[in-house]
């Protein structure tokens, strides 16, 4: 537990995707720490499609939730991993805050 918190992982445990193909470093990751198959570092790609990002998410910045997970998706719905290991939703909205734009991307 907490190897991975402020760290970029080097890849996705579910694509075996770099960090830096699958997202992860752009877009962030989900945590997976279960007695199950699915444990793991995962790209939110593989996350969304192991449903283990949840898609009842309420903003964290505007604090609008989003009740639908395949409209969530298709208006860009975020996750962001804070140094805690938490992983923190954002709507399309804040996404577009420089504020948020500037946080997880180094480049
Ligand atoms: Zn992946
Ligand atoms: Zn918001």
């Given amino acids: 537990m907490g190897a991975y918190v402020g760290d970029v992982p080097e890849a996705c445990d579910g694509c075996g995707r770099a960090a830096e193909a699958s997202g992860m470093r752009s877009t962030g990751w989900a945590v997976r720490v279960a007695p199950a198959n699915f444990e793991g570092v995962y790209c939110l790609e593989c996350a969304s499609a192991l449903r283990?990002?949840?898609?009842?998410?309420t903003c964290?910045?505007?604090?609008?939730?989003?009740?639908?997970?395949?409209?969530?998706?298709?208006?860009?719905?975020?996750?962001?991993?804070?140094?805690?290991?938490?992983?923190?939703?954002?709507?399309?909205?804040?996404?577009?805050?420089?504020?948020?734009?500037?946080?997880?991307?180094?480049?």
């Fill in 52 to 57: 283990l990002v949840p898609w009842w998410a």
């Fill in 60 to 107: 964290s910045d505007c604090g609008r939730a989003s009740c639908d997970e395949a409209q969530a998706e298709k208006e860009g719905w975020r996750y962001f991993l804070d140094g805690m290991g938490e992983l923190h939703p954002y709507c399309p909205s804040c996404l577009l805050k420089p504020a948020l734009a500037d946080s997880g991307d180094e480049t």
